[in-house]
């Protein structure tokens, strides 16, 4: 049976990190200590559930998540630092820390270092996420012992149901645009305006024109998708904001 540490401390541990090309030791006391932590540990980088859901969700709820008390979100996994800095780039997650437990020593002593060796991946963290607050393991959702790679209770709505179950969700927003367009412009700046991320779909690189007629039912942009409802363009997309 995988341990719950739930009310211990974490594992002490000294993370080999590049920063700026340079090796930088980074321990777990600088992690936590003080601070409100969520860190979410998978398989590895790159690795398909973890690349589609496991880290966007934490990604994409670190706002609220900080908006609830919490100071950093860590991403861990055992691979090497120079694996964690590539896949945080191709992630666009700037919201995430990626920290590499590149011996799977932290895993270890959380007992949670599991082989994974009929996949060819060797010694691996299990899924699990828990929040760390100054170094004490307040929560755990540890992924259930069943064959495979289990996604079932480590997501990031978890997380936020345990944190705050009435917690406002960010809207999902989508913005179809083009290069120099002034009103796909002015649509952004909108969206700024009212501190709302969006996703960039742009029009002749992203998308074609015919694409987008299907997916809209117009050629112009900017088109803008919020919690999946049309919201038209940069003038609809104002008075929507108005109200909201």
């Not at 760390?132 to 992924?143: A, L, Q, S």
């Not at 012992?145 to 809207?171: C, H, I, W």
């Not at 002034?182 to 709302?196: D, N, T, V």
Request: aromatic share 8%; proline share 6%; charged share 25%.
């Amino acid at each position: 049976m995988l341990p719950n540490r739930e009310g211990q401390r974490v594992p002490s541990v000294t993370f080999r990190t590049r920063q700026n090309n340079d090796w930088v030791d980074v321990t777990t006391d600088e992690l936590f200590s003080g601070k409100t932590v969520i860190v979410f540990a998978l398989p590895g980088a790159f690795t398909p559930t973890c690349s589609a859901t496991h880290l966007p969700g934490y990604n994409d709820l670190a706002p609220v998540f900080k908006q609830n008390g919490v100071d950093d979100i860590i991403c861990l996994s055992v691979n090497d630092a120079f694996v964690m800095n590539e896949w945080a780039k191709s992630q666009e997650a700037s919201n995430i820390r990626l920290i590499p437990d590149g011996n799977g020593e932290f895993s270890a002593g959380m007992g949670l270092l599991v082989d994974k060796a009929d996949l060819g991946f060797g010694k691996r963290s299990w899924r699990y996420s828990m929040l760390v607050k100054d170094g004490v393991i307040e929560k755990m959702f540890i992924e259930p012992e069943e064959p495979g790679d289990p996604f079932k209770v480590s997501d990031a709505e978890t997380m936020l149901q345990y944190l705050n179950p009435e917690a406002a969700r960010p809207k999902l927003v989508s913005l179809f645009a083009k290069e120099g367009c002034p009103y796909c412009a002015r649509a952004k700046e909108l969206l700024k305006s009212k501190g709302m991320e969006y996703e960039e779909i742009v029009l002749g690189t992203d998308i074609t024109t015919r694409s987008l007629r299907a997916v809209t039912g117009s050629t112009t942009v900017p088109q803008v998708y919020i919690d999946g409802h049309l919201i038209g363009g940069s003038e609809a997309l104002a008075e929507y904001l108005s109200k909201v």
